[in-house]
T-cell receptor, first 115, second 114 residues
Framework: GAGVSQSPSNKVTEKGKDVELRCDPISGHTALYWYRQSLGQGLEFLIYFQGNSAPDKSGLPSDRFSAERTGGSVSTLTIQRTQQEDSAVYLC?????????????FGQGTRLTVV | AQSVTQLGSHVSVSEGALVLLRCNYS??????LFWYVQYPNQGLQLLLK??????LVKGINGFEAEFKKSETSFHLTKPSAHMSDAAEYFCAVKASSNTGKLIFGQGTTLQVKP
């Protein structure tokens, strides 16, 4: 597609449920990133994919969080046993590569609310 | 390790006035710096970036930023604010050449008053 697409745009879930967030990157972009934007924490890096591999998972906050990428394209971020502190906007970005000066293009985000 | 500090979480200017959003960085390697803008309920859009070369960088929508190594700063400016500039602005530094991940500042919300 023309840009990075994320779905759903909004998700309300009950505490303890699992959720899946989807990201469709720009076609041909090998690098894919997940970030979390929450009040008081700003924008935090979660995970980086190069192709289907995730060489940097250092930002995942707990083992309840996992992500995968298939076919070098679509990525899914899964949060198990959601907690209220997981409420945030989850942003996906893609870029042609992971180098110093490559630009990251962001999707509109998924707003997750845990009630 | 790299880090970014944005001075002022909220900035308010009058329409037509100068916009100045401050960003200071810390980096153990030559920094690659970015400014992104986020309009309500939208993702981040790149305004401009500094990689190498000219230290005064021009971006979209009339914004520019100057990289000052001696001051470890990358402040964003626009000579004359428009109502449409009201948004949240994020300064970021590339954390790694291997991954390209970004380290963001806390963001500055720009309010433009008529």
């Amino acid at each position: 597609g023309a840009g990075v697409s994320q779905s759903p745009s909004n998700k309300v879930t009950e505490k303890g449920k699992d959720v899946e967030l989807r990201c469709d990157p720009i076609s041909g972009h090998t690098a894919l990133y997940w970030y979390r934007q929450s009040l008081g924490q700003g924008l935090e890096f979660l995970i980086y994919f190069q192709g289907n591999s995730a060489p940097d998972k250092s930002g995942l906050p707990s083992d309840r969080f996992s992500a995968e990428r298939t076919g070098g394209s679509v990525s899914t971020l899964t949060i198990q046993r959601t907690q209220q502190e997981d409420s945030a906007v989850y942003l996906c970005a893609s870029s042609p590569g992971g180098g110093w000066d490559t630009e990251a293009f962001f999707g509109q985000g998924t707003r997750l609310t845990v009630v | 390790a790299q880090s970014v500090t944005q001075l002022g979480s909220h900035v308010s200017v009058s329409e037509g006035a100068l916009v100045l959003l401050r960003c200071n960085y810390s980096s153990s390697v030559p920094p690659y710096l970015f400014w992104y803008v986020q309009y309500p309920n939208q993702g981040l859009q790149l305004l401009l970036k500094y990689t190498t070369g000219a230290t005064l960088v021009k971006g979209i929508n009339g914004f520019e930023a100057e990289f000052k190594k001696s001051e470890t700063s990358f402040h964003l400016t626009k000579p004359s604010a428009h109502m449409s500039d009201a948004a949240e602005y994020f300064c970021a530094v590339k954390a790694s050449s291997n991954t390209g991940k970004l380290i963001f500042g806390q963001g500055t919300t720009l309010q433009v008053k008529p």
